[in-house]
């Protein structure tokens, strides 16, 4: 296997000579923002809605957005041009870099660290993920500014960590008796053939293949609504998904114990995912 090649501060350098301090912020205090973007061929995935997203979240944390996205684009062709594979996602991460000390206040020079990398994700197996997965509710006691797409993900580790230990293998996050999403995806519910997710919030990440099923649905002719979907309503969800850039449309099967409509892969999410595995493939032809 050829050795994986990371961007680190304008270098190109093998993973293992690839260092950061251990005065950076983003290892003292997870001061820093992410992003993961699918590639299918050569064709990352909605990279202007991506960079759009990462130009959000460096503002909200008032950190300098280092490049155009000309430039960004240009990164990303090298190091996947150095990282070769069919179906992969780049994963970038910008922190507000290293201060002489230890100190929570933003000093004025600017010297973010910046890191890429290519994770190998590999094709995925629509016949795999029919299979579904099953899930548990937990509370969401995260902060108001889920957002951001914030590195500081310890809340997401305990909530992840809580639904392995109940032996599942994602948690439906839920504030104040109403569905956000999951620890690392968004949330669908299906109901009577109207596909239903949660607005926009600081509870949830606007997440950019909830945007793309949501448009997908509406050229489709799948009805869809955005709205707020309440706990108790999940009990009579006929299909429950979780989307993510990297586990795509996952079709949740059972929930807290309990069959989600005949604990199979419903008829919505059969539909939606040939549609969306059309759009990769249109991308990857591209
Ligand atoms: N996570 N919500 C949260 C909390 C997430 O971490 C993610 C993605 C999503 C879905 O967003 P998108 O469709 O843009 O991937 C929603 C990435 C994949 C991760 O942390 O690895």
Redesign the pocket.
């Known amino acids: 296997m050829s050795e994986k090649i990371v961007y680190l501060n304008g270098e190109y350098l093998p993973i293992e000579q690839a260092t950061v301090s251990v005065l950076d912020r983003g290892f003292l205090f997870g001061d820093g923002i992410y992003e993961?973007i699918p590639v299918f061929g050569r064709r990352p995935l909605r990279v202007d809605e991506h960079l759009q997203r990462l130009q959000n979240s460096l503002s909200r944390i008032s950190l300098d957005n280092p490049f155009d996205n000309e430039a960004w684009k240009t990164i990303f062709d090298q190091l996947l041009e150095k990282n070769p594979g069919e179906d992969r996602a780049i994963y970038m991460q910008i922190t507000r870099g290293k201060h002489p000390v230890r100190d929570l206040k933003i000093q004025p020079d600017k010297c973010p660290t910046i890191f890429m990398m290519v994770l190998q994700v590999g094709a995925i197996d629509v016949d795999v993920l029919a299979r579904g997965i099953e899930t548990v509710t937990i509370d969401d006691f995260r902060w108001h500014a889920c957002d951001i797409k914030s590195i500081s993900l310890v809340a997401?580790v305990m909530l992840r960590e809580q639904a392995t230990q109940a032996g599942v293998i994602d948690a439906v996050l839920v504030r104040d008796g109403f569905v956000t999403?999951?620890?690392?995806?968004?949330f669908f519910m299906v109901k009577n053939g109207v596909l239903i997710t949660p607005p926009i919030s600081k509870h949830?990440?606007p997440?950019?293949?909830?945007d793309l099923v949501i448009e997908l649905a509406q050229e489709n002719d799948i009805k869809s609504e955005i709205r707020q979907i309440a706990m108790n309503e999940l009990d009579d969800a006929d299909e429950i998904w979780l989307?993510?850039?990297?586990r795509e449309i996952a079709p949740v099967i059972r929930l807290n114990g309990k069959d989600v409509g005949d604990a199979k892969a419903g008829l919505v999410w059969k539909k939606m995912i040939h549609i969306y595995q059309d759009y990769k493939q249109k991308l990857r032809q591209a």
Do not use: D, F
Request: charged share 10%.
């Open positions: 993961v997401n999403e999951g620890t690392a995806s968004n949830l990440l997440g950019i293949t909830r989307t993510s850039s990297t």
